[in-house]
Structures are given as structure tokens and as C-alpha cells.
């Protein structure tokens, strides 16, 4: 079946620290993943996004890079700010549903001090 | 574009009464998709309509569930006989191209707690 596991939080970071929240997924076909982002009081928002091996999806100075050699697709940002602050959830659509239909992972909390 | 709308933000009821969620996508987006949040977790699937059309259910949306959109438009999401296990934050999205480009917009939620 489909499932994403993704790092447990919560992760607490300064300003300007490296993040890394890391992603593993299983699927039976050739999913697309996803990171989504929810900010305090808000929905979730696509935060990037990629569709094949390889691929790197990148947005507001996060990255992502597609590895079917280990089912992964890590979040990373070379440094974080205040504004980071929210849960970020890892997730995959299968190729022979409509993308809609995500499965998520459990989200992590990340909170960045001043 | 006022973005997807729900109503009403907190429900709470006591165990054994029905409630009813609405949902107000993005005008002409004519998918419309339902997700249950538990504390802790990621949302999981309930189901999806595509205009006036459910085309796909989750295992998880027993009978007690039901879900319409009559009109291609708003939709609406009934629990029967509510139990605490139903407690959750329920979320609603909408997205209008099909493929590799489709985009989901999610609601801010309605959160309901069973007493």
C-alpha cells in the first residue's frame, strides 16, 4: 500500500540554522510527493512539489529532490526564519488515482527562535 | 478568489447527535475533496467528488458518514450517531485542473469534538 513516515518533531531551531526534515515513503507505482505546510490558525498550503525521479521541487527557499534509489524526498532549507515557524507534512499521490488523494505523513512541528 | 471556505470553524456535540459540515470551494473548481485530521496525525482521504458526481470513498467513511454536493458546488458532510472517536478536525479541498498540475486548496477546517 501507499504510506509516508516522516521525521517526528517537534524540531526547534535559531534563525539562520540548516533545517532537514526528513521523508520516506512506500507506494506500489510511481507516486508524486509533495510537502505541504500549515502556519498557525491556517490551511495547508503546497509548499513544492515533484512528479518523477530526480525531479527537485523548490519554493521560498525550501528544496526536495525526488530519490527512488531510497523512497525518500527530504525537505531541506539552508536557512530557516521566524516566519518558518509550522507543522510540515510529507505526502504522496499515487500515479493511478487522481492526485487529489494524498497520504500524508504525521507532520512535523517546527518552531525557529529569534 | 476568497479561497475555500467552511462552516463552522468548532462544532461540539454529545455522543449520539447527528452534525453537518458545509464546504464552499473556489468558485469553478469542480473538485471537491474531504480529509479527517486526528491530533498528532496527517489528514487521511474520506472522499472526493468531481462536480455533482462522488467518485471515490475511503474505507474510513463508515455508514454513519455521508457526503453530497448536489450541485457542483457547495458540499456538505453529515456524521449520524456521532461517538468520540469521531472527534477530529475535518478538511475540505478544491482544486480545478486534472493531471500532473492539479493543485489542492485546503480549508481551514471545521473541529469537531464529541463529548
Known amino acids: 500500500g501507499n504510506s509516508v513516515t516522516q521525521m517526528e518533531g517537534p524540531v526547534t531551531l535559531s534563525e539562520e540554522a540548516f533545517l532537514t526534515i526528513n521523508c520516506t515513503y512506500t507506494?506500489?507505482?510511481?507516486?508524486?510527493l509533495f510537502w505541504y505546510v500549515q502556519y498557525p490558525g491556517e490551511g495547508l498550503q503546497l509548499l513544492l512539489k515533484?512528479?518523477?525521479?530526480?525531479d527537485k521541487g523548490s519554493n521560498k527557499g525550501f528544496e526536495a529532490t525526488y530519490r527512488k534509489e531510497t523512497t525518500s524526498f527530504h525537505l531541506e532549507k539552508g536557512s530557516v526564519q521566524v516566519s518558518d515557524s509550522a507543522v510540515y507534512f510529507c505526502?504522496?499521490?499515487?500515479?493511478?488515482?487522481?492526485?487529489?488523494?494524498?497520504?500524508f505523513g504525521r507532520g512535523t512541528q517546527l518552531t525557529v527562535w529569534p | 478568489d476568497t479561497g475555500v471556505s467552511q462552516d463552522p470553524r468548532h462544532k461540539i456535540t454529545k455522543r449520539g447527535q447527528n452534525v453537518t459540515f458545509r464546504c464552499d470551494p473556489i468558485?469553478?473548481?469542480?473538485?471537491l475533496y474531504w480529509y479527517r485530521q486526528t491530533l498528532g496525525q496527517g489528514p487521511e482521504f474520506l472522499t472526493y467528488?468531481?462536480?455533482?458526481?462522488?467518485?471515490?470513498k475511503s474505507r474510513l467513511l463508515s455508514d454513519r458518514f455521508s457526503a453530497e454536493r448536489p450541485k457542483g458546488s457547495f458540499s456538505t458532510l453529515e456524521i449520524q450517531r456521532t461517538e468520540q472517536g469521531d472527534s477530529a478536525m475535518y478538511l475540505c479541498?478544491?482544486?480545478?485542473?486534472?493531471?500532473?498540475?492539479?493543485?489542492?486548496?485546503f480549508g481551514s477546517g471545521t473541529q469537531l469534538s464529541v463529548l
Open positions: 479541498a478544491s482544486s480545478s485542473r486534472q493531471g500532473p498540475n492539479e493543485k489542492l486548496f
Open positions: 507506494a506500489t507505482g510511481y507516486p508524486s
Open positions: 515533484a512528479t518523477k525521479a530526480d
Open positions: 505526502a504522496l499521490s499515487d500515479r493511478g488515482s487522481t492526485l487529489g488523494r494524498l497520504y
Open positions: 468558485s469553478e473548481h469542480n473538485r
Open positions: 467528488f468531481q462536480n455533482e458526481a462522488q467518485l471515490e
